[in-house]
């Protein structure tokens, strides 16, 4: 019966993650791809080839090049299957800790660990380490910025481990569910503060030739796809569990 279980569990999870998994790469093609694609432009223009992040074509073994459609499709099906995986830890996740988490209902808890999920592996390294269009970002700092990228993922993990711990000491102090989410805002914003304060910077210098209202749109959307992802996986979760938990 266990086995069945987690099984149907996993399922669930899996059926979630690739509800984000489509949501994301919809806002991938509408709010992402038209920036890369002016990005690409730019780097072009200036007769940049090298720099980090071209994405304009990528050679294979035979030099041939890839075309963006290419790219594109393969980014589509790489944010499906990231989805999908994401979805099942989730599902592995909230059986563990639903009884810890906000939410009166099932739905509610799902979209409370969807939410931990979004600020800890998506705001806080996008606000510490930002998302760059082609063209923008030193090839010699990528290795920096990718340890200080997962750095902030791991603290924000940590973070979030204890805003939950926090949130299950609040509801055995109180029943009132307003109370018990500014506790953990607080908390999560006080402790996100200081990760993004005390971690090393992992910013870059935007080239000239690239206008920042550019940077910013590829950020943004960057950022949409993160909460697409992850607001698709627990509201599909939500839904597939959907009972009224006991009062």
Same mark, same amino acid.
């Given at each position: ?109 799902? +979209?409370?660990?969807? @939410?931990?999920?979004?600020?800890? $592996? #998506? !705001?806080?390294?996008?606000?510490? /380490?930002?998302?760059?269009? %082609? ?87 960057? +950022?949409?796809?993160? @909460?697409?992802?992850?607001?698709? $996986? #627990? !509201?599909?979760?939500?839904?597939? /569990?959907?009972?009224?938990? %006991?009062?």
């Amino acid at each position: 019966m266990g086995g069945e279980n987690w099984r149907r569990r996993i399922s669930r999870g899996a059926i979630a993650g690739l509800a984000g998994g489509a949501a994301s790469a919809v806002i991938l093609w509408v709010a992402v791809e038209p920036s890369i694609t002016q990005a690409i432009d730019i780097e072009n223009a200036a007769g940049d080839g090298h720099s980090e992040g071209n994405a304009a074509a990528v050679g294979d073994e035979n030099g041939e090049l890839i075309s963006r459609t290419t790219q594109l499709v393969g980014g589509t099906v790489t944010a499906i299957v990231v989805g999908v995986l994401l979805g099942i830890v989730f599902a592995i996740v909230f059986a563990r800790a639903k009884h810890r988490l906000p939410g009166r209902t099932d739905l509610g808890q799902a +979209l409370s660990l969807a @939410a931990f999920a979004f600020f800890a $592996i #998506g !705001l806080l390294p996008a606000l510490k /380490v930002p998302a760059n269009p %082609p063209g923008v970002g030193d090839p010699g700092t990528v290795n920096d910025r990718t340890l200080i990228y997962l750095g902030t993922i791991l603290l924000g993990v940590l973070l979030v481990l204890v805003c939950i711990a926090a949130a299950q000491t609040a509801g055995q102090r109180t029943e009132r569910m307003e109370l018990r989410w500014i506790a953990v805002a607080a908390m999560a914003v006080i402790g996100g503060a200081a990760i993004l304060i005390g971690a090393p910077n992992g910013t870059v210098e935007i080239p000239s030739t690239v206008p920042a209202s550019l940077v910013w749109k590829f950020r943004v959307g960057s +950022l949409a796809q993160h @909460a697409g992802m992850w607001l698709g $996986i #627990g !509201l599909a979760y939500g839904a597939l /569990v959907l009972r009224r938990t %006991p009062s």
